[in-house]
């Protein structure tokens, strides 16, 4: 997918607040899920998957520039 194809998402207003909307749920689960695991393995890689998650909402500010 090229900047072009990502900038017909993002700056599509019902489609990219979906989209974030989405990733809001998906950030929720995984802190709940973090806080129900004692195991460093497991902490790091929730620790990832919210830091993923949130560089995706920053993508249109990319994106766009």
């Given at each position: 997918?090229?900047?072009a194809?990502?900038?017909?998402?993002?700056?599509?207003?019902?489609?990219?607040?979906?989209?974030?909307?989405?990733?809001?749920?998906?950030?929720?689960?995984?802190?709940?899920?973090?806080?129900?695991?004692?195991?460093?393995?497991?902490?790091?890689?929730?620790?990832?998957?919210?830091?993923?998650?949130?560089?995706?909402?920053?993508?249109?500010?990319?994106?766009?520039?």
């Amino acid at each position: 997918m090229n900047k072009a194809d990502l900038k017909l998402v993002i700056n599509n207003k019902p489609q990219w607040e979906a989209i974030q909307e989405e990733l809001h749920v998906r950030i929720a689960m995984a802190h709940k899920s973090l806080e129900q695991h004692d195991e460093g393995p497991e902490i790091f890689r929730l620790q990832g998957e919210v830091r993923a998650l949130r560089s995706l909402l920053q993508l249109r500010d990319k994106v766009n520039g």
